[in-house]
Protein backbone atom coordinates (compact mmCIF):
# COMPACT_ATOMS: atom_id res chain seq x y z
CA UNK A 1 0.00 0.00 0.00
CA UNK A 2 1.95 3.11 -1.05
CA UNK A 3 1.10 6.25 1.39
CA UNK A 4 2.54 9.76 1.41
CA UNK A 5 4.41 11.18 4.99
CA UNK A 6 5.57 13.91 6.64
CA UNK A 7 7.76 13.20 9.33
CA UNK A 8 8.54 15.69 11.88
CA UNK A 9 11.77 14.81 14.47
CA UNK A 10 13.22 17.88 16.48
CA UNK A 11 13.37 20.59 13.80
CA UNK A 12 13.82 18.05 10.97
CA UNK A 13 11.03 18.02 8.52
CA UNK A 14 11.31 14.83 5.86
CA UNK A 15 8.54 14.42 3.19
CA UNK A 16 7.69 12.13 0.91
CA UNK A 17 4.31 12.40 -1.48
CA UNK A 18 2.61 11.06 -4.75
CA UNK A 19 2.36 12.88 -7.40
CA UNK A 20 0.70 13.52 -10.44
CA UNK A 21 1.66 15.28 -13.51
CA UNK A 22 -0.60 16.31 -16.63
CA UNK A 23 -1.21 18.95 -19.03
CA UNK A 24 -4.13 21.46 -18.97
CA UNK A 25 -4.75 24.45 -20.74
CA UNK A 26 -1.25 25.01 -22.12
CA UNK A 27 0.28 24.54 -18.55
CA UNK A 28 2.30 21.44 -17.08
CA UNK A 29 0.47 20.93 -13.61
CA UNK A 30 1.94 18.78 -10.59
CA UNK A 31 -0.77 17.71 -8.62
CA UNK A 32 -0.19 15.83 -4.70
CA UNK A 33 -4.03 14.34 -4.46
CA UNK A 34 -2.94 13.54 -0.60
CA UNK A 35 -2.61 17.42 -0.17
CA UNK A 36 -4.92 18.31 -2.82
CA UNK A 37 -2.86 20.94 -3.94
CA UNK A 38 -1.48 21.98 -7.57
CA UNK A 39 2.09 23.91 -8.66
CA UNK A 40 1.78 24.72 -12.25
CA UNK A 41 3.93 26.12 -15.31
CA UNK A 42 5.34 25.72 -18.96
CA UNK A 43 6.88 22.25 -18.10
CA UNK A 44 6.87 19.90 -15.60
CA UNK A 45 10.51 20.46 -14.13
CA UNK A 46 9.07 24.65 -13.59
CA UNK A 47 5.79 23.27 -12.64
CA UNK A 48 8.05 20.79 -9.82
CA UNK A 49 9.49 23.79 -8.68
CA UNK A 50 6.18 25.45 -8.51
CA UNK A 51 5.15 23.18 -6.34
CA UNK A 52 7.70 23.13 -4.16
CA UNK A 53 7.27 26.84 -3.22
CA UNK A 54 3.28 26.26 -2.27
CA UNK A 55 4.17 23.09 0.01
CA UNK A 56 6.81 24.75 1.37
CA UNK A 57 4.47 27.85 2.16
CA UNK A 58 1.96 25.00 3.60
CA UNK A 59 4.28 23.87 6.24
CA UNK A 60 5.43 27.33 7.27
CA UNK A 61 1.68 28.56 7.70
CA UNK A 62 0.31 25.47 9.33
CA UNK A 63 3.34 24.79 11.61
CA UNK A 64 3.65 28.28 12.18
CA UNK A 65 0.08 28.39 13.14
CA UNK A 66 -0.31 24.74 14.98
CA UNK A 67 -2.72 23.84 12.62
CA UNK A 68 -0.50 21.00 10.45
CA UNK A 69 -2.12 18.21 12.47
CA UNK A 70 -5.76 19.50 12.29
CA UNK A 71 -5.69 20.36 8.84
CA UNK A 72 -4.00 16.69 7.79
CA UNK A 73 -6.48 14.81 9.59
CA UNK A 74 -8.94 16.92 7.77
CA UNK A 75 -7.58 15.11 4.49
CA UNK A 76 -7.74 11.72 6.17
CA UNK A 77 -4.22 11.69 7.12
CA UNK A 78 -3.61 9.31 10.02
CA UNK A 79 -1.08 10.61 12.86
CA UNK A 80 1.46 8.29 14.50
CA UNK A 81 3.77 9.88 17.32
CA UNK A 82 6.95 8.11 18.71
CA UNK A 83 9.38 9.92 21.91
CA UNK A 84 10.92 11.45 19.27
CA UNK A 85 9.31 12.26 16.11
CA UNK A 86 5.94 13.00 15.03
CA UNK A 87 4.46 11.24 11.61
CA UNK A 88 1.63 12.33 9.45
CA UNK A 89 0.39 9.32 6.76
CA UNK A 90 -1.53 10.07 4.02
CA UNK A 91 -4.35 7.85 2.74
CA UNK A 92 -3.26 5.38 0.25
CA UNK A 93 -2.83 5.94 -3.63
CA UNK A 94 -5.34 3.45 -4.35
CA UNK A 95 -8.23 5.02 -1.68
CA UNK A 96 -7.19 8.78 -3.14
CA UNK A 97 -8.29 7.10 -6.51
CA UNK A 98 -11.92 6.09 -5.39
CA UNK A 99 -12.91 9.05 -3.30
CA UNK A 100 -11.17 12.35 -4.72
CA UNK A 101 -12.92 13.65 -7.78
CA UNK A 102 -10.04 15.56 -8.78
CA UNK A 103 -7.41 12.84 -8.93
CA UNK A 104 -10.64 10.92 -11.15
CA UNK A 105 -10.56 13.41 -13.85
CA UNK A 106 -7.10 13.04 -14.05
CA UNK A 107 -6.95 10.03 -14.33
CA UNK A 108 -8.94 10.22 -17.61
CA UNK A 109 -6.21 12.61 -19.42
CA UNK A 110 -2.70 11.61 -20.24
CA UNK A 111 -0.54 11.86 -16.91
CA UNK A 112 2.29 10.05 -15.10
CA UNK A 113 2.45 9.49 -11.56
CA UNK A 114 5.71 9.92 -9.34
CA UNK A 115 7.24 10.39 -6.04
CA UNK A 116 9.15 13.25 -4.51
CA UNK A 117 11.21 12.97 -1.15
CA UNK A 118 12.61 15.88 0.39
CA UNK A 119 14.03 16.74 3.84
CA UNK A 120 14.13 19.84 5.78
CA UNK A 121 16.97 20.66 8.06
CA UNK A 122 15.35 23.23 10.44
CA UNK A 123 11.68 24.33 10.11
CA UNK A 124 10.30 27.44 11.47
Known sequence: METSFIRLSGDKLK???AL????????TM???PALDMYGYD???EKAKKSFDVVIEEYLKFTIS???LEEDLTNLGWKVVRTKNETEFVSPAFRELLDTNETLQDIFD?????FNETVEIAEIA
Do not use: L, M, P, R
Request: charged share 40%.
Open 15 to 17: IKI
Open 20 to 27: VSFKEDGN
Open 30 to 32: VYA
Open 42 to 44: IDE
Open 65 to 67: NKT
Open 109 to 113: KDFHK
